[in-house]
C-alpha cells in the first residue's frame, strides 16, 4: 500500500506477519496504517514484526498507534517485535518512553 511519501508492505508466513514501513508516518499516513494493521494486529497466534529499516519520519501520531499495537498484543498475549529502527527515530522513540516496550530484533 502507498500514501504519499509513505509505504506498507505487509508479507504472511505461518509464524509471523511483517510489516515493513518505509517513508514518513505522520497524519497523513495515520489512517492508512491503521487499516493496513487491523487485520494482523490482532492475530495473537503470529508474532507481529514492524520493520522500520526504511522509516525515515515519526510524529506523535505514529507514535500512537505504536503505542495502540503495544496495548493490543499486550492484551491479546501476542508475540511483538520491531526491528531496523535508524538511530534518529530510535532517539524519539527513548525520549517518549516507548522503546522501553518495544522488543528489537534483527
Known amino acids: 500500500m502507498t500514501l504519499g511519501k509513505f509505504r506498507i508492505d505487509i508479507q504472511q508466513t505461518e509464524e509471523a506477519n511483517l510489516v515493513r514501513l518505509a517513508g514518513e508516518l505522520d497524519l497523513s499516513a495515520a489512517a492508512e496504517l491503521r487499516t493496513a494493521l487491523d487485520p494482523v494486529v490482532h492475530q495473537a497466534d503470529k ?60
Do not use: C, M, Q, W
Open 47 to 106: 508474532t507481529l514484526i514492524l520493520d522500520f529499516g526504511e522509516l525515515t519520519y515519526i510524529d506523535s501520531t505514529g507514535i500512537g498507534i505504536l503505542v495502540s499495537v503495544v496495548k493490543i498484543r499486550d492484551e491479546n498475549r501476542g508475540p511483538f517485535r520491531v526491528r531496523h529502527i535508524p538511530a534518529g527515530i530510535k532517539k524519539l522513540l527513548d525520549l517518549t518512553g516507548i522503546s522501553a516496550f518495544l522488543t528489537e530484533r534483527a
